[in-house]
């Protein structure tokens, strides 16, 4: 079995990382069915944000919509706040705002590899729409330590962090 690590250090990395992975993410996103990424999601965001949700640090979202656009996927994402429960929504209701880039500033910052103020200042990431409710979501994103997420979480950004910093 090969070791993710190993390949991201192997030098068929560049070549398997533009030409087939990214595209592949793309296209699986964008036609998994809704049911499907929503199930994923509702054991994922509970997980990740866990801390957050029992503080009570995502109440600011009770009832708003954020979408996050992952402009190199051609994927959008739409998030809410129900019931103290984060879930994903149809990208059929207009979002409040929109934070959008490229997977790999995403990936960057969850990894905490690159501070959010400097992703927006460098237009690597874009706040459209109502941009104090962005704010917020920046600083949420910006208060997370990532030693309070899952190990898996954590391991899984690692290897993404490193997987992105090869090209």
């Known amino acids: 079995m090969i070791k993710l690590a190993s390949l991201v250090n192997s030098p068929i990395h560049h070549t398997v990382h533009h030409s087939m992975i990214r595209p592949m993410v793309g296209m699986a996103a964008r036609h998994c069915p809704f049911s499907l990424q929503k199930k994923v999601m509702g054991k994922l965001l509970p997980q990740a944000f866990s801390e957050a949700l029992r503080d009570g640090d995502l109440d600011f979202l009770q009832d708003r919509f954020v979408s996050l656009k992952i402009d190199d996927l051609k994927y959008r994402l739409t998030l809410t706040l129900t019931n103290n429960q984060l879930q994903i929504i149809p990208n059929t209701k207009p979002a409040e705002v929109t934070i959008g880039g490229n997977l790999d500033e995403f990936i960057r910052l969850a990894a905490r590899k690159e501070d959010p103020d400097t992703l927006f200042f460098q237009r690597r990431l874009t706040i459209e729409g109502n941009t104090e409710l962005g704010l917020e ?28 910093a090869k090209h």
């Open 137 to 164: 979501v920046k600083n949420l994103i910006d208060s997370i330590d990532i030693a309070d997420l899952p190990n898996w979480i954590q391991r899984s950004l690692q290897y993404a962090d490193l997987f992105i």
